[in-house]
């Protein structure tokens, strides 16, 4: 589990958390921003896929926050050394600075482990807000590439110290 102050990242939990993200991947702004234009809202099963998936190339953690002494849900993360998903799936908690605190949970945890970098395999070109997110980290943009659907992305890499 990585805490601070009042977010947390606690290990996924299989199957109960699949019913957790299900709204997350109903919400078209996630989709849109996370998988691209025309992306169709997962399913439970989908949404087991990823995460089995997932867990098998990284840390999975469902993002969580104190409020009235209680852990909230609000969305998930993935620390790997292929990509590194974070989603905000709850609408309201989008743009409140719990982007930030994950990115710098997930370094520390990297760090900890002794990784030499992170990367961002894609960034959609138009989610202008993860990528100042990440940039705002340290992150480089290393590439720009399309698609098979013809959507441009770029992806980042930062060097850990």
Do not use: C
């Amino acid at each position: 589990m990585l805490v601070h102050d009042k977010i947390r990242l606690r290990p996924i939990r299989l199957p109960h958390d699949i019913l957790i993200a299900y709204p997350w991947y109903q919400d078209k702004e996630v989709l849109y921003y996370s998988e691209g234009k025309g992306t169709h809202p997962y399913t439970r099963e989908t949404i087991s896929k990823m995460y089995s998936y997932l867990s098998k190339i990284g840390e999975v953690y469902i993002i969580e926050i104190m409020q009235s002494e209680e852990w909230i849900p609000i969305g998930d993360a993935t620390l790997s050394k292929e990509m590194l998903p974070i989603v905000i799936g709850v609408k309201k908690y989008r743009s409140k600075g719990y982007g930030q605190q994950v990115l710098r949970l997930l370094i520390d945890r990297a760090r900890k482990l002794y990784w030499s970098k992170l990367v961002v395999r894609k960034i959609f070109i138009y989610n202008t807000a993860s990528k100042k997110l990440f940039e705002s980290f340290g992150f480089d943009v290393i590439g720009t590439s399309v698609d098979q659907y013809g959507r441009v992305y770029e992806s980042l890499e930062l060097y850990l110290k």
